[in-house]
């Protein structure tokens, strides 16, 4: 699975920016895309999720500012980001997770796209 994001930027605290992310490869068999994202000299962190039954998880920190999206029959997942604040500020990555018949799951990343949000 290869993942390919779009998106992001810099942008005033208060504003929107939205962020793309299209699977190619094996990626019918995905069952959980989403977002994470990592601030310098932090760990990486979950942002937003969703199951192939669009079933949807979110960070404390973005639940009512973020809302992801998923289309399956395109293999894309998107993510709307509005309230921006500062501490927002990160590179964003787009996950995609395959469950294999056999119960392993497998993870793959895209190759992070960069936000900033000024104050």
């Known amino acids: 699975v290869q993942l390919v994001e779009s998106g992001g930027g810099l942008v005033q605290a208060g504003g929107s920016l939205s962020l793309s992310c299209a699977a190619s490869?094996?990626?019918?068999?995905?069952?959980?895309m989403g977002w994470y994202r990592q601030a310098p000299g932090k760990q990486r962190e979950l942002v937003a999720t969703?199951?192939?039954?669009?079933?949807?998880n979110y960070s404390d920190s973005v639940k009512g500012r973020f809302t992801i999206s998923r289309d399956n029959a395109k293999n894309t997942v998107s993510l709307l980001m509005n309230l921006l604040k500062p501490e927002d500020t990160a590179v964003y990555y787009c996950?995609?997770?395959?469950?294999?018949?056999w119960g392993q799951g497998y993870n793959y990343w895209g190759q992070g796209t960069q936000v900033i949000v000024s104050s």
């Open positions: 996950h995609a997770m395959v469950v294999a018949t």
């Open positions: 969703m199951t192939s039954a669009l079933v949807t």
């Open positions: 490869g094996s990626a019918s068999r995905i069952n959980v």
